[in-house]
């Protein structure tokens, strides 16, 4: 073990004490030079098969996991509009922005009012704030810009998903026409062929698939559609970009999410006069409950440094922390993963036992405080955009250090 002082000034810290640097423990602690690859790659590879990649770690305002840990969280989504040469259908080209700004409220407002679940019936299942939003993300490369594009394509501007010309499954139109589809959720707003509208048969329901990154909707557009309506379809067809499932055949890996008929609304007789889910993952006229599980399943993907789905966020914990550390005052553990937009400070009397990975902004730190400690069990504390952050202190007070951080298992620190 060794200590030194910090040689930056820490605000009004240093006024009393002395902020030295901890590596303690070599032979359990390994500090490593700034190349992350293998470390992480080794560490995600693990997480697979420990607690860290347990939804139950991941629920957004359990006890342990204050707004402040986990914080919401941005998904970059754009839009595509297709079109037949004449442009006879889908929206018109010049309503497109107001229309996706519309959809885009409609769609955060039905994040921001999380509903309780309707079943099992009597139940007391938590209904706990969704913590994430869709961000509009424009590519400035390209010449429509602002994340709103409009693709003319007699072939492939329409989408079904029943009968001979069935087609909601190919992937040509994410395949042509997808900008940025590593990072950003596209979603193709096709209508029906036409001559299914002209059908006096063909009911024009909102459906919709997931691909991936990718999210294809179909509905009659030219009508008084209600943005409400395509709101849910929205939301589960991202819940599947999220990871989730449908939920109503009860295997969805949820305790929270029962087994039920999947009614889409209320009937006089039969299992719909009372078994009706509002569920976003299952089809109903509601979808607008997400339940403690699902939640805590989303944020795993979004933890999980292996996860295709942790690419669709905004990293604001990239960026340099303007927000007061985060205090610890009490006795904290930390199973799942974190990533931190500011740093930490653990106050006399705190606890952290951080069991899982934990990324510092750049330029952040852990700070120790007398009285205080902290516990790494099997710990990865890095920071995941490859910037330097300034590391884990610990304060000494009349010279004489109080060593209040214990180390188990295979703990790495990596500057």
């Given amino acids: 073990m060794f200590s030194g002082k910090l040689n930056v000034p820490f605000a009004v810290l240093l006024v009393v004490v002395t902020v030295s640097l901890l590596i303690v423990q070599c032979q359990s602690l390994r500090t490593v030079p700034l190349d992350l690859s293998h470390y992480e790659v080794e560490f995600a590879s693990l997480s697979n098969h420990n607690p860290c990649s347990h939804w139950e770690y991941y629920v957004p305002d359990s006890l342990e996991r204050r707004n402040e840990v986990y914080p919401m969280r941005q998904i970059r989504v754009n839009f595509h509009f297709l079109y037949p040469s004449d442009s006879s259908v889908n929206i018109p080209i010049q309503k497109t922005s107001h229309f996706v700004r519309h959809l885009m409220y409609n769609l955060d407002a039905g994040l921001s009012d999380n509903r309780r679940m309707k079943l099992p019936r009597g139940n007391n299942t938590p209904n706990l704030p969704v913590n994430y939003r869709y961000l509009l993300y424009p590519d400035w490369d390209h010449p429509e810009g602002p994340g709103i594009y409009h693709h003319f394509d007699d072939d492939h501007y329409w989408m079904l998903n029943k009968g001979r010309s069935r087609n909601n499954f190919d992937r040509t139109v994410v395949n042509k026409y997808a900008v940025g589809l590593d990072s950003v959720v596209n979603v193709f707003l096709l209508p029906p062929h036409p001559d299914s509208l002209a059908s006096p048969t063909y009911n024009a329901t909102i459906n919709g698939i997931a691909m991936g990154h990718a999210v294809k909707i179909s509905a009659d557009f030219q009508t008084d559609m209600s943005l409400w309506s395509l709101r849910g379809i929205f939301d589960h067809e ?5 990871g989730l499932r449908h939920s109503w055949r009860g295997m969805d890996g949820c305790p929270d999410t029962p087994a039920h008929p999947n009614c889409w609304n209320y009937t006089r007789t039969g299992p719909c006069d009372s078994l009706v889910s509002n569920n976003v993952m299952d089809y109903n006229a509601w979808q607008q409950s997400w339940t403690p599980c699902q939640l805590g399943r989303i944020n795993a993907q979004f933890h999980n440094l292996r996860s295709r789905v942790r690419n669709l966020l905004v990293r604001d914990w990239c960026e340099e922390a303007t927000r007061p550390p985060l205090e610890v005052r009490d006795s904290i553990t930390w199973y799942g993963a974190v ?5 930490l400070i653990i106050k006399r009397g705190g606890h952290l036992s951080i069991n899982c990975r934990l990324s510092l902004p750049p330029d952040g ?11 790494l069990n099997d710990a990865f504390i890095h920071q995941d955009c490859g910037m330097p952050w300034r590391g884990v202190f610990y304060e000494t007070k009349n010279k004489r250090t109080e060593h209040a951080i214990s180390i188990s298992g295979e703990s790495f620190v990596v500057f």
Avoid: A
């Fill in 238 to 242: 991202l819940g599947h970009v999220l």
């Fill in 339 to 343: 990533d931190l937009n500011t740093s």
């Fill in 365 to 375: 730190f852990i700070l120790v405080e007398n009285g205080g400690s902290l516990s």
